[in-house]
T-cell receptor, first 113, second 116 residues
Framework: EAGVTQFPSHSVIEKGQTVTLRCDPI?????LYWYRRVMGKEIKFLLH????????ESGMPNNRFLAERTGGTYSTLKVQPAELEDSGVYFC???????????FGPGTRLTVT | AQTVTQSQPEMSVQEAETVTLSCTYD???????LFWYKQPPSRQMILVIR??????QNATENRFSVNFQKAAKSFSLKISDSQLGDAAMYFC?????????????FGQGTILTVHP
């Protein structure tokens, strides 16, 4: 069984540009989560999808971030326009049910210069 | 809001020895779950061990065990017979048992170095 995959593994962009991160959850996992770790700080929750619906987006920092989950399968997280403070590692996780174990992807390291 | 604190940014241990990583948390909820996750260098984060707050018995998984003190809101991880492969960043995490929420709240992480 394939694990959670994320693309790209690393992205370097300039301030003001747009970047789209992609997450492919484990097949059959209805729950998909995005988290972010800014350098040296704790991993913070961004949002939670149940199938294609946003269940909880309380962690989204501002309206420059847009998350989608088309057809309840893969998810994208777009940052537009990117700011320096958006740099960090973006993790995706999925679980079959809400209280089941979350399986994490390898993360996307975003660097905004 | 819940918070999780890991007060040890770095720890080290000799191979075959025992090490304990500390974690404290703050919550007003009575039912919740606590986790330890491990992230080896350049690899994916994986679940090490899980504790349900309603269970008094401390969870164990092979060489990994926890000391869960609910009244003190403390949740430490003990690694026995440390191996080189245990070297990683360890994260303590909290999740509400409320089925409305699935998000994890993490601590800052502890880097564990294992010396041969």
């Amino acid at each position: 069984e394939a694990g959670v995959t994320q693309f790209p593994s690393h992205s370097v962009i300039e301030k003001g540009q747009t970047v789209t991160l992609r997450c492919d959850p484990i097949s059959g996992h209805d729950n998909l989560y995005w988290y972010r770790r800014v350098m040296g700080k704790e991993i913070k929750f961004l949002l939670h999808f149940v199938k294609e619906s946003k269940q909880d987006e309380s962690g989204m920092p501002n309206n420059r971030f847009l998350a989608e989950r088309t057809g309840g399968t893969y998810s994208t997280l777009k940052v537009q326009p990117a700011e320096l403070e958006d740099s960090g590692v973006y993790f995706c996780a999925s679980s079959q049910r809400r209280l089941h174990e979350q399986y994490f992807g390898p993360g996307t390291r975003l660097t905004v210069t | 809001a819940q918070t999780v604190t890991q007060s040890q940014p770095e720890m080290s241990v000799q191979e075959a020895e025992t090490v304990t990583l500390s974690c404290t948390y703050d919550t007003s909820e009575s039912d919740y779950y606590l986790f330890w996750y491990k992230q080896p260098p350049s690899r994916q984060m994986i679940l090490v061990i899980r504790q349900e707050a309603y269970k008094q018995q401390n969870a164990t998984e092979n060489r990994f065990s926890v000391n869960f003190q609910k009244a003190a809101k403390s949740f430490s991880l003990k690694i026995s017979d440390s191996q080189l492969g245990d070297a990683a960043m360890y994260f303590c995490a909290y999740r509400s048992a409320d089925t409305s929420y699935g998000k994890l709240t993490f601590g800052q992480g502890t880097i564990l170095t294992v010396h041969p």
